[in-house]
């Protein structure tokens, strides 16, 4: 590997670096920074130029539709048409790491490449304050994928985003680890019935708590999500899932403290929410050239743990 340039790394608690960060986004450039969930690779959503920088810095295919990210509801509701299950999911759920497809607003700024050529648009309001006094600064929806390499494990630390994608963003704003470590659930709330497309920290039974019984989109649907790829979020070894014994050559990492001497892991008390956050710099770490596979523990699926499965399960899909 050939070691990328430095890109300078400003913390995002420093109000100058977040007006540097500002002030780079609007002029078109892209810019690295923390949320709750995951690192996001920004750049003016209204900007088709900057967004077109999104796609080339991640090797990303052009047909992924991705989230712009706002300071407020309100903010939100002037881009996308509100519905009623949309205000009452933002009622309890925004700021946080959920995101909403809704329909366009008549005049919505945001580039049609940002979105995908879809009438739809993908909104978030994250959950973590410096990001959104970064938002309400730029003055301009910011979209943001995970700022990572297309198909590759989420970013979850701001070394993590120099190793994606060094030399390739005009700055990393640095917020220390993200305290959810997934990214966002994505609702589909554009038609007659609201669909699950990507599984998250807020979970189905949360949003089914307000919404009542909700559609799962399947994989093959017409619109669907890049979570929803076979291969996604993938280490470079092998994931063998489910894994109940350490095999020669291999890496384990455990959940509930399972096997003796596991090189990682997820929570020995078995806590969904220290797992989640933990689940891709553990994948990071143990990624580790000449393994013979990282095998991981059985998560249990309730809650959470039907968005760590999700993104196990893609690690472990067989790759293009
Ligand atoms: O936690 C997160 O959501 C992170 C942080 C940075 O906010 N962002 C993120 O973005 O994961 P990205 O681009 O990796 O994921 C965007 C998701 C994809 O599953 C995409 O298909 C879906 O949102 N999406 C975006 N716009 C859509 C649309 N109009 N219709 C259907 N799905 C859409
Ligand atoms: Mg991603």
């Given at each position: 590997?050939?070691?990328?340039?430095?890109?300078?790394?400003?913390?995002?608690?420093?109000?100058?670096?977040?007006?540097?960060?500002?002030?780079?986004?609007?002029?078109?450039?892209?810019?690295?920074?923390p949320?709750?969930?995951?690192?996001g690779?920004?750049?003016?959503?209204?900007d088709?130029?900057?967004?077109?920088?999104?796609?080339a810095?991640?090797?990303r295919p052009r047909?992924?539709?991705?989230?712009?990210?706002?300071?407020?509801?309100?903010?939100?509701?002037?881009?996308?048409?509100?519905?009623e299950?949309?205000?009452?999911?933002?009622?309890?759920?925004w700021?946080?790491?959920?995101t909403?497809?809704?329909?366009?607003?008549?005049g919505c700024p945001?580039?049609?490449?940002?979105s995908?050529?879809?009438?739809?648009?993908?909104l978030?309001?994250?959950?973590?304050?410096?990001?959104?006094s970064?938002?309400?600064e730029?003055?301009r929806?910011?979209?943001?994928?995970?700022?990572?390499?297309?198909?590759?494990?989420s970013?979850?630390t701001?070394?993590?985003?120099?190793?994606?994608?060094?030399?390739r963003?005009a700055?990393i704003?640095?917020?220390?680890?993200?305290?959810?470590?997934?990214?966002?659930?994505?609702?589909?709330l554009?038609?007659?019935?609201?669909r699950l497309?990507?599984?998250?920290?807020?979970?189905?039974?949360q949003i089914e708590?307000?919404?009542?019984?909700?559609?799962?989109?399947?994989?093959g649907?017409?619109?669907?999500?890049p979570?929803?790829?076979?291969?996604?979020?993938?280490?470079?070894?092998?994931?063998?899932?489910?894994?109940?014994?350490?095999r020669?050559?291999?890496a384990?990492?455990?959940?509930?403290?399972t096997?003796?001497?596991?090189?990682?892991d997820?929570?020995?008390s078995?806590d969904?929410?220290?797992?989640?956050?933990?689940l891709?710099?553990?994948?990071?770490?143990?990624?580790?050239?000449?393994?013979?596979?990282i095998?991981v523990?059985?998560?249990?699926?309730?809650?959470?743990?039907?968005?760590?499965?999700?993104?196990?399960?893609?690690a472990?899909?067989p790759?293009?």
């Amino acid at each position: 590997m050939t070691t990328p340039p430095p890109t300078p790394t400003r913390p995002v608690d420093d109000p100058d670096a977040r007006a540097e960060a500002a002030g780079l986004l609007r002029s078109g450039a892209l810019v690295a920074f923390p949320t709750e969930t995951v690192y996001g690779l920004g750049a003016d959503a209204t900007d088709e130029d900057a967004v077109a920088g999104i796609f080339a810095a991640k090797d990303r295919p052009r047909f992924n539709p991705l989230i712009s990210h706002v300071p407020t509801a309100d903010a939100a509701f002037a881009l996308g048409q509100a519905t009623e299950a949309a205000k009452r999911l933002a009622a309890t759920h925004w700021p946080g790491p959920l995101t909403m497809v809704l329909q366009r607003r008549p005049g919505c700024p945001i580039a049609w490449l940002t979105s995908a050529g879809l009438e739809t648009v993908a909104l978030r309001v994250p959950g973590s304050a410096a990001a959104r006094s970064l938002l309400a600064e730029v003055g301009r929806p910011v979209a943001a994928p995970s700022a990572n390499r297309s198909g590759r494990v989420s970013p979850t630390t701001a070394a993590h985003v120099a190793e994606e994608l060094g030399g390739r963003v005009a700055l990393i704003l640095d917020g220390g680890p993200c305290p959810v470590g997934l990214e966002s659930t994505v609702v589909d709330l554009s038609g007659d019935r609201p669909r699950l497309l990507r599984p998250g920290a807020v979970t189905r039974e949360q949003i089914e708590a307000l919404l009542g019984p909700i559609d799962l989109a399947v994989e093959g649907d017409a619109i669907t999500a890049p979570g929803m790829l076979a291969s996604h979020y993938a280490p470079k070894a092998p994931v063998r899932l489910n894994a109940t014994d350490r095999r020669p050559g291999e890496a384990f990492l455990d959940f509930g403290a399972t096997v003796a001497g596991a090189d990682a892991d997820l929570s020995p008390s078995g806590d969904l929410l220290a797992a989640a956050a933990k689940l891709f710099a553990a994948l990071r770490a143990l990624d580790r050239p000449g393994i013979a596979a990282i095998a991981v523990a059985r998560v249990p699926v309730g809650g959470l743990g039907a968005a760590i499965n999700d993104r196990l399960r893609r690690a472990a899909a067989p790759r293009i």
